[in-house]
């Protein structure tokens, strides 16, 4: 037998507001720092189920890490930066437990693209679009958006044995148009699926993860690069000549006169920024580029 003194009670209840406290204040997403790596990475992390013969970026090892963990990932990454190692991530993954991956598209030619790819690096893969349909009960199963809303309407047996969903492109979500599809799916989708959301940058990702993680009642972790492979440029077209209206690290003007491209004597000339170099027009056009 043993007595609990009014301190005792009073430390028990103070623990019991600290794990409410607790359970109500956690988050629904959390920021990974852009160079952290975990102590315990080998422990969780088998990267030996990826045929590859290059060392990952630390995005991309952050982004497995957290899928050995079962947790839920939005990655926010630019344009051929290695969205897609991560998905093949998930896909062994799945493939080593004998589970299902789904990969979702935004369009016909992009899962049409990846059918292609994924069929050369693992044994079982289908797709289904509004326009083909091939080995639609695979274990690595491609298809645009609509047709998994379509799929989780109907309660469809896929699902059941599905472990990952990956969302590519899924900044979709802001399409006037289109945006309810990817709603509707990250809402219906059954809770025991780890969803992998793919996005070019955007300037919301805190918002949008805080959405889907109280919407789903699960933490989503935001990953995230700066590396760009493609660089990036703006450009206006004007009068049959197009303007390079921001050049890295430069405050130029660039000017090139696209009747000249199949001329042997095409000259690019680089001017530096002024109206005045300028005819009315083309620095009207200027100034909506925020240039003045």
């Known amino acids: 037998m043993f007595f609990l003194y009014k301190k005792d009670f009073l430390n028990l209840s103070q623990m019991k507001n600290e794990k409410n406290i607790q359970k109500e204040e956690r988050p629904h997403s959390v920021i990974v720092n852009k160079d952290w790596m975990p102590n315990d990475y080998n ?12 060392t990952p970026d630390i995005f991309q090892r952050q982004a497995f890490y957290f899928l050995s963990r079962h947790e839920s990932i939005f990655v926010s990454a630019h344009t051929s930066s ?14 080593k437990s004998s589970s299902r991956t789904i990969y979702t598209s935004p369009i016909k030619a992009l899962s049409n693209q990846k059918f292609y790819d994924f069929k050369h690096k693992y044994e079982d893969v289908g797709i289904i679009t509004g326009d083909v349909q091939v080995n639609s009960t695979a274990k690595c199963l491609i298809m645009t958006t609509e047709i998994l809303r379509n799929l989780i309407y109907k309660n469809n047996d896929l699902l059941h044995n599905t472990k990952y969903i990956i969302f590519d492109e899924v900044h979709y979500i802001n399409d006037q148009d289109r945006g309810v599809v990817w709603e509707e799916c990250i809402i219906m989708i059954p809770k025991h699926i780890t969803l992998i959301l793919l996005s070019a940058t955007i300037p919301n990702s805190k918002e949008f993860s805080d959405w889907v993680g109280r919407t789903r009642n699960r933490c989503v972790y935001i990953i995230s690069t700066d590396k760009r492979p493609v660089p990036l440029e703006h450009l206006i077209y004007l009068d049959r000549e197009v303007y390079t209206i921001r050049e890295p690290k430069k405050n130029l003007v660039s000017l090139k006169t696209t009747s000249q491209k199949t001329n042997s004597n095409f000259k690019h000339n680089i001017l530096p920024y002024s109206k005045r170099s300028l005819p009315v027009g083309r620095s009207k056009i200027l100034d909506l580029a925020n240039l003045s």
Do not use: M, P, Q
């Open 43 to 54: 422990t969780y992390v088998d990267e030996s189920i990826l045929d590859i013969n290059f």
């Open 82 to 95: 290695g969205k897609t190692l991560v998905a093949e991530y998930a896909i062994s993954l799945a493939e």
